[in-house]
């Protein structure tokens, strides 16, 4: 599989912003569209972005992070990131970034925590 290593969560106040990083390893991410999935306590993974190899394209899985959340990514750097803005309780959760290669189901990173609380 691809390797990944997800970094960037921690605690903020309801309001506040993170930046969530995702570095590749071992393999030409360009290659590759990458999606950043959230699972939240007790609740299924689900889709919160993708963006496309090239970074030209960037879709929203859901309308609550429409206009919060940006994607973006650096191919020279082989990361990609998401910026979080006006965090709200309800994006309290581990995010994980994916890509589809690497081996059957596409690779995982390992996660970051993401606790947005006051």
């Known amino acids: 599989q691809f390797q990944f290593a997800d970094s960037g969560g921690g605690l903020v106040q309801p309001g506040g912003s993170l930046k969530l990083s995702c570095a590749a390893s071992?393999?030409?991410?360009?290659?590759?569209?990458i999606g950043w999935f959230r699972q939240a306590p007790g609740k299924e993974r689900e889709g919160v972005s993708c963006?496309?190899?090239?970074?030209?394209?960037?879709?929203y899985a859901a309308d609550s992070v429409k206009g919060r959340f940006t994607m973006s990514r650096d191919n020279a750097k082989n990361t990609a990131f998401l910026h979080m803005n006006n965090l709200k309780p309800e994006d309290h959760a581990v995010y994980y970034c994916?890509?589809?290669?690497?081996?059957?189901?596409?690779?995982w990173g390992g996660g970051t925590q993401v606790t947005v609380s006051s």
């Open positions: 994916y890509a589809p290669g690497g081996g059957p189901g596409g690779s």
């Open positions: 071992g393999f030409s991410a360009d290659k590759y569209a």
């Open positions: 963006i496309s190899s090239s970074g030209r394209n960037t879709w």
